[in-house]
């Protein structure tokens, strides 16, 4: 799911949170879309390019282009799988524990974690309706990731 339809579905629940939690929810907000600065390092050191504007027009355009194929009919021009520290199952697991201890943290994990399920759902979307064109590019578990990388290293 692109940035902006994070910022924008993240301040909408932000404005409904913000007479029950008042500040607390502009962390809810600022973590439902922060969550993707690791797209952002995942690219500056992929091309050695550190321009922001630059990294949101790749995946803004990757996304558009991916999508025009998917219509097409074929698939998705992306194999590569990614693996986003913030978006891992673990992170996510970490952050909720440590939400116990600080009600600053769970309202980040609650941001975090909302994001996530966003991205889930925009996916389990795109598989419905474009069934198996969809590719897996992402993986949600570190230990997973690195299992999987170790064995085509081999």
């Given at each position: 799911?692109?940035?902006?339809?994070?910022?924008?579905?993240?301040?909408?629940i932000?404005?409904?949170?913000?007479?029950?939690?008042?500040?607390?929810?502009?962390?809810?907000?600022?973590?439902?879309?922060?969550?993707?600065?690791?797209?952002?390092?995942?690219?500056?050191?992929?091309?050695?390019?550190?321009?922001?504007?630059n990294?949101?027009?790749?995946?803004?355009?990757?996304?558009?282009?991916?999508?025009?194929?998917?219509?097409?009919?074929?698939?998705?021009?992306?194999?590569?799988?990614?693996?986003?520290?913030f978006?891992?199952f673990?992170?996510?697991?970490?952050?909720?524990?440590?939400?116990?201890?600080?009600?600053?943290?769970?309202?980040?994990?609650?941001?975090?974690?909302?994001?996530?399920?966003?991205?889930?759902?925009?996916?389990?979307?795109l598989?419905?309706?474009?069934?198996?064109?969809?590719?897996?590019?992402?993986?949600?578990?570190?230990?997973?990731?690195?299992?999987e990388?170790t064995?085509?290293?081999?």
């Amino acid at each position: 799911m692109l940035v902006s339809r994070h910022v924008i579905i993240s301040f909408l629940i932000a404005l409904v949170l913000y007479p029950f939690f008042g500040l607390y929810s502009i962390l809810f907000f600022l973590s439902g879309f922060l969550i993707d600065v690791d797209h952002y390092m995942e690219y500056a050191i992929a091309n050695k390019d550190v321009n922001l504007f630059n990294c949101l027009r790749f995946f803004n355009e990757s996304s558009h282009k991916n999508i025009k194929l998917l219509k097409a009919g074929k698939a998705e021009e992306e194999d590569k799988i990614y693996f986003h520290i913030f978006h891992s199952f673990e992170f996510i697991i970490l952050l909720g524990v440590l939400s116990f201890f600080s009600k600053i943290l769970f309202f980040v994990f609650l941001g975090v974690l909302s994001h996530v399920l966003l991205d889930l759902v925009n996916l389990a979307y795109l598989k419905a309706k474009f069934g198996g064109k969809i590719r897996r590019t992402r993986n949600y578990s570190a230990i997973i990731f690195f299992i999987e990388r170790t064995r085509l290293n081999r």
